[in-house]
């Protein structure tokens, strides 16, 4: 078999992109194939949607905020993603045969189980062109109202994730709209995590010529991993659909009916890298 060429990598994007840090939450749901199927033949014909308990696909929402410095300085970027856990179909013979749950721990050591991204929505039109042009990356602008876990915040473990529709003005501007698309919030107080080792991630794109890509993601530390199959945690996730006749709205609504309940979450936040501590007086000395 004749190898296959890299992709290129356009100018003025350099590879491999590093990030200076990432905090990032995403939730898991288990729902029917069949749907999940039909939507991922439209936007990845060379992928196969992966299943897992009791025969059902995994979907998932992923929310991103990171930091990248440059040259030029630093940028800020908020994304969310759509994804289908899926595998290229050619290769799975290659698979193994795995638990949601193992699966979410890292079990699948071929990293073949990647994200088929449907939808992307960043807030970043750099970020944005980049996964155009790099990734194949179905991503399109918009915006973001969050509320995250942090050391300089409340104690606390909630997510709250508000997304709301923008375009990409003149000189490459966001512009930003009023129509919220999607609200996802997760509440995971008092739950105990699992290190998932997870990373890397493959995300898989289909660029216009139909040629599926693969582009795997080093998390430097291990993913924490919540189990939420529960009953009495069915509550501790809410996703909103605000825009339901949208592309984003009407995908989710066609594959998550209201209600379903999450089969896990993942969380990553960058260490902190240093602290400005808090000030203390001094005695004054003698004045002359």
Same mark, same amino acid.
């Not at 749950?101 to 992307?120: N, S």
């Not at 915006?143 to 003149?170: D, I, M, Q, Y």
């Given at each position: 078999m004749t190898p296959l060429p890299l992709p290129p990598v356009p100018e003025p994007f350099q590879l491999p992109f590093h990030y200076g840090?990432?905090?990032q939450i995403g939730v898991d749901w288990l729902v029917d194939p069949d749907p999940v199927h039909t939507l991922l033949a439209k936007h990845h014909p060379d992928l196969t949607a992966a299943t897992f308990d009791d025969g059902r696909a995994l979907?998932?929402?992923d929310y991103q905020l990171y930091f990248a410095q440059y040259a030029f300085g630093g940028g800020v970027t908020q994304e969310i993603e759509f994804n289908v856990i899926a595998f290229p179909t050619a290769e799975a013979d290659r698979l193994p045969r795995l638990t949601y749950e193992r699966y979410a721990r890292g079990w699948d050591q071929t990293k073949l189980l990647g994200i088929a991204r449907l939808h992307v929505v960043c807030d970043n039109p750099f970020a944005i062109r980049a996964g155009r042009e790099l990734y194949a990356e179905p991503k399109y602008p918009g915006w973001f109202e969050?509320? +995250?876990p942090s050391l300089n915040g409340p104690a606390g473990a909630t997510w709250t994730v508000r997304c709301k529709a923008a375009e990409v003005g003149p000189d490459d501007v966001l512009e930003r709209g009023s129509a919220p698309l999607l609200d996802l919030a997760?509440?995971?107080d008092g739950l105990?995590?699992?290190?998932a080792d997870s990373a890397p991630i493959t995300g898989y794109g289909t660029d216009r010529e139909g040629r599926l890509l693969a582009g795997p993601m080093n998390v430097y530390q291990p993913y924490s991993w919540y189990d939420l199959s529960a009953a009495e945690h069915s509550g501790r996730t809410r996703l909103t659909v605000h825009a339901p006749d949208g592309d984003l709205g009407r995908d989710l609504r066609t594959v998550l009916p209201d209600g379903t309940p999450a089969a896990g979450a993942w969380t990553y936040q960058s260490p902190p890298v240093a602290a400005h501590?808090?000030?203390?007086y +001094?005695?004054?000395g003698p004045r002359p």
């Amino acid at each position: 078999m004749t190898p296959l060429p890299l992709p290129p990598v356009p100018e003025p994007f350099q590879l491999p992109f590093h990030y200076g840090a990432l905090h990032q939450i995403g939730v898991d749901w288990l729902v029917d194939p069949d749907p999940v199927h039909t939507l991922l033949a439209k936007h990845h014909p060379d992928l196969t949607a992966a299943t897992f308990d009791d025969g059902r696909a995994l979907v998932s929402l992923d929310y991103q905020l990171y930091f990248a410095q440059y040259a030029f300085g630093g940028g800020v970027t908020q994304e969310i993603e759509f994804n289908v856990i899926a595998f290229p179909t050619a290769e799975a013979d290659r698979l193994p045969r795995l638990t949601y749950e193992r699966y979410a721990r890292g079990w699948d050591q071929t990293k073949l189980l990647g994200i088929a991204r449907l939808h992307v929505v960043c807030d970043n039109p750099f970020a944005i062109r980049a996964g155009r042009e790099l990734y194949a990356e179905p991503k399109y602008p918009g915006w973001f109202e969050v509320g +995250l876990p942090s050391l300089n915040g409340p104690a606390g473990a909630t997510w709250t994730v508000r997304c709301k529709a923008a375009e990409v003005g003149p000189d490459d501007v966001l512009e930003r709209g009023s129509a919220p698309l999607l609200d996802l919030a997760a509440r995971l107080d008092g739950l105990t995590a699992v290190a998932a080792d997870s990373a890397p991630i493959t995300g898989y794109g289909t660029d216009r010529e139909g040629r599926l890509l693969a582009g795997p993601m080093n998390v430097y530390q291990p993913y924490s991993w919540y189990d939420l199959s529960a009953a009495e945690h069915s509550g501790r996730t809410r996703l909103t659909v605000h825009a339901p006749d949208g592309d984003l709205g009407r995908d989710l609504r066609t594959v998550l009916p209201d209600g379903t309940p999450a089969a896990g979450a993942w969380t990553y936040q960058s260490p902190p890298v240093a602290a400005h501590n808090r000030p203390y007086y +001094l005695s004054a000395g003698p004045r002359p």
